[in-house]
């Protein structure tokens, strides 16, 4: 993630980000292996499969996805910096879920509005907007309907599943209001600040 963006534009770069993928993939597996029970990790690969097959496709030299993705890529590379602003909902997502205040029976509809920012295009969804709203004028329709579906192909139905029943106009209840200024690098939770770097602030 390091850089102006973590966005591939060449095979070089392709086959960089891949290495990451894959070791990150491997870490993963590693730890379901050692430290989750069989029904846990039933459960991930019916869930993670097609999203190990998609990865393993996009980090095929060759392949049809990986093609298609680079035809897109620069202008997503391009288009990324000026994204940043609009992961401002996200970021306020993750460190509600952190925090020690936030109940446990809070946590997963948190999680759920979550899933609603990255997926449900509503007029709650701010981070959405905003995204497609740099993309589409810049890169075009078909490079914003592409990012999209590489983005839920990755991301694997499990979200979707757990989130079928949740209800979005919780999120105004439970998510800090519109304008709220994250913690960043001053939150108390490791996850958040290494948020916070990646995001710069």
């Known amino acids: 993630?390091?850089?102006?963006?973590?966005?591939?534009?060449t095979e070089e770069?392709?086959?960089?980000?891949?290495?990451?993928?894959?070791?990150?993939?491997?870490?993963?597996?590693?730890?379901?292996?050692?430290?989750?029970?069989?029904?846990?990790?039933?459960?991930?690969?019916?869930?993670?499969?097609?999203?190990?097959?998609r990865l393993n496709e996009f980090c095929t030299p060759g392949s049809e996805m990986r093609a298609n993705f680079l035809k897109h890529s620069g202008c997503l590379a391009?288009?990324?910096?000026?994204e940043r602003p609009c992961f401002l909902d996200f970021q306020l997502v993750v460190e509600k879920i952190v925090d020690k205040a936030t109940t446990n029976e809070d946590r997963l509809?948190?999680?759920?509005?979550?899933?609603?920012?990255?997926?449900?295009?509503?007029?709650?969804n701010r981070f959405?907007?905003?995204?497609?709203?740099?993309?589409?004028?810049?890169?075009?329709?078909?490079?914003?309907?592409?990012?999209?579906?590489?983005?839920e192909a990755?991301?694997?139905?499990?979200?979707r599943t757990i989130c079928s029943s949740f209800k979005e106009d919780r999120c105004a209840q439970l998510l800090p209001a519109p304008g709220t200024q994250p913690q960043g690098t001053q939150s108390k939770s490791a996850v958040a600040r290494l948020l916070a770097?990646?995001?710069?602030?």
């Open 128 to 151: 959405v907007q905003c995204v497609h709203g740099l993309i589409e004028p810049k890169c075009g329709a078909e490079t914003l309907q592409h990012a999209t579906e590489m983005f």
């Open 78 to 82: 391009e288009v990324y910096p000026e």
């Open 13 to 53: 770069e392709m086959t960089s980000s891949c290495e990451y993928i894959q070791e990150a993939t491997y870490c993963m597996n590693n730890y379901t292996d050692k430290c989750t029970t069989p029904m846990v990790r039933e459960l991930l690969d019916v869930f993670m499969g097609d999203s190990n097959a």
């Open 154 to 159: 990755v991301a694997t139905t499990m979200p």
């Open 1 to 9: 993630m390091q850089g102006d963006s973590p966005i591939p534009t």
């Open 197 to 201: 770097a990646f995001l710069n602030n």
């Open 109 to 124: 509809p948190v999680l759920c509005c979550v899933v609603n920012l990255f997926f449900v295009c509503s007029g709650y």
